[in-house]
């Protein structure tokens, strides 16, 4: 089935030290989003990518870097996690960008120590 | 910036029972969708409805949209344990960049057998 598809689920790393989340597709969709979702709390979308054009949205913290090598990947490196950044991360594909509906993957929970 | 706010926050009910959640946001939208997280898990996308809408229908499933009020509600009916989730509408805004889906904090919905 296509899907979205998001390694790891579960996430430990230490506070300042880098960590790397993966998110692939098989649905061959244009745009892939990466989303923050702290506890009862709204998602909160950090950048989406249309092909290879990166959108950064203007209160992401530099922190966040995401890179897209190809159509199916996509990856949210955080570069020195702080206690703040502990939250669930949401990756999210649409064929194009809204108003199309987005397919999301089940989340990486990241817990920083 | 949040745009859209569920209301309930939460909401508990008997299995067999009717569910109402609303949405309501601030400025002008394109369109609005509807989205259902199970707990620790990624959204499902529900229903999109456009601006020139008023009501639509998806089995069980019935969104309106009131521009006028700025307000939306999702009626769930005959209602099922499987259904218990939380429910967030999205927005964009007229004139927001493209591809910026804006979450509300979304409604918990308890369906008790």
């Known amino acids: 089935d296509a899907m979205v598809i998001q390694n790891p689920r579960y996430q430990v790393t230490q506070f300042g030290k880098p960590v790397t989340l993966s998110c692939s597709q098989t649905l061959n969709h244009n745009v892939m989003y990466w989303y923050q979702q702290k506890s009862s709390q709204a998602p909160k979308l950090l950048f989406h990518?249309?092909?290879?054009?990166?959108?950064n949205e203007a209160d992401t913290p530099d922190n966040f870097q995401s890179r897209r090598p190809n159509t199916s990947f996509c990856f949210l490196d955080i570069r020195s996690p702080g206690l703040g950044d502990a939250a669930m991360y949401l990756c999210a594909t649409s064929r194009h960008r809204f108003p199309y509906e987005q397919y999301f993957g089940p989340g990486t929970r990241l817990t920083v120590t | 910036s949040q745009q859209g706010e569920e209301d309930p926050q939460a909401l508990s009910i008997q299995e067999g029972e009717n569910a109402t959640m609303n949405c309501s946001y601030k400025?002008?939208?394109?369109?609005l969708q509807w989205y259902r997280q199970n707990s620790g898990r990624g959204l499902v996308h529900l229903i999109l409805i456009r601006s020139n809408e008023r009501e639509k229908h998806s089995g069980r499933l019935r969104v309106t949209l009131d521009t006028s009020k700025k307000s939306s509600s999702l009626l769930i009916t005959a209602s099922r344990a499987a259904d218990t989730a939380s429910y967030f509408c999205a927005t964009d805004a007229e004139g927001g960049s493209q591809g910026n889906l804006i979450f509300g904090k979304g409604t918990k919905l308890s369906v008790k057998p």
């Open positions: 990518y249309y092909d290879k054009d990166f959108n």
């Open positions: 400025t002008s939208i394109n369109n």
